[in-house]
């Protein structure tokens, strides 16, 4: 029963990391800190294929957090798309309660984190890495970059993009998101990801598996995950690396991507209505009326991150 009930944990956190894979702004590896297993998470990926003693013990904690967070990004890619296209303001508010609620949980995950002169660098650079992100992706909007995954040259595109978005989910204050806005295909993907509940239609009265299976991209999904899931083995065994000869200087890196990614998440998409008033410090407006709620969902965020990261379990697992 106990392994069971181990095992049900690990699919729910693993559905709340696929989730937050689908949300821009907020990577999946802050919400691996929130839920205490961020350095099992890389360990365990990292190693997969070279610590072969251990493979047991990795499989049993992967194969349940990869169902997890497949299901999460299957059943939640429509609903995440609806909520951050009617509510995008109070939304990445929501996130950045989160992401500020995580710095504490940063600065506990190993026991000698006093500010030096080469850590204050690894932070800088990690602040800097995810301006340039956003500015980029600023940039991507404006050139329009597509590609057709049907084509040769489309699906390599689209392999080498979600290389890099893999490795970014597994990076705390990065974002595969930030990847797929940046090469512009993060609207084919949700879709792709979205096309895959066509299948319900199989078990539907009169269900043709034809046509559900003809509804879902297969170019897209194949290359998302090919590229997605290479992406975060490679990536995850640098950062296991990094984490096990200078772990601090790592967490300083990284709790420069946690801050930084406030930046990230700082809506920016102009407001239209003109009763309302422009919230400092970019071209975007909100109604007097919905101040009270970014203020209340940013609390929220920061009050669950706050809770979750003063909890022992929220350790890392080693």
């Known amino acids: 029963m106990k392994q069971f009930l181990r095992y049900l944990i690990l699919v729910l956190k693993g559905i709340v990391y696929g989730v937050t894979n689908l949300l821009p702004g907020i990577g999946g590896g802050l919400i691996l800190i929130i839920l205490g297993i961020y350095q099992q998470f890389v360990n365990s990926v990292g190693n997969f294929f070279l610590d072969l003693k251990n493979w047991r013990k990795n499989l049993a904690f992967l194969v349940p957090m990869l169902v997890g967070a497949a299901i999460g990004m299957v059943v939640f890619a429509k609903s995440v798309t609806f909520v951050m296209e009617k509510y995008t303001v109070i939304s990445m508010f929501f996130f950045m309660g989160l992401v500020i609620g995580t ?71 990065m974002d595969g998101s930030y990847i797929w806005m940046l090469t512009g295909i993060f609207a084919p993907v949700m879709e792709a990801i979205s096309s895959v509940t066509e299948l319900k239609t199989i078990f539907s009265a009169g269900g043709n598996m034809g046509a559900a299976f003809g509804s879902v991209h297969w170019a897209v999904l194949l290359a998302t995950g090919f590229g997605a899931v290479i992406g975060i083995i490679f990536f995850s ?19 420069g991507l946690v801050v930084a990614s406030v930046y990230g998440l700082w809506p920016t998409t102009p407001g239209v209505a003109e009763t309302s008033a422009p919230l400092w410090p970019v071209g975007i407006a909100v109604k007097p009326m919905d101040v009270a709620l970014i203020v209340l969902f940013f609390a929220i965020g920061l009050a669950i991150t706050l809770f979750a990261g003063s909890r022992p379990e929220s350790r890392q697992e080693v």
């Open 103 to 173: 710095i504490p949980s940063v600065r506990k995950q190993t026991q000698d984190m006093r500010l030096t002169f080469k850590r204050a660098i690894a932070m800088l650079v990690g602040v800097l890495v995810v301006v340039l992100f956003k500015y980029a992706e600023r940039q991507s909007f404006q050139a329009g970059w597509s590609a057709d995954a049907k084509s040769l040259g489309g699906f390599l595109y689209y392999f080498v993009c979600n290389l890099l978005a893999g490795g970014a989910s597994v990076t705390p204050g």
């Open 237 to 255: 065994k640098l950062i296991d690396i990094a984490l096990k000869k200078k772990p601090s200087g790592t967490y300083y890196f990284i709790l």
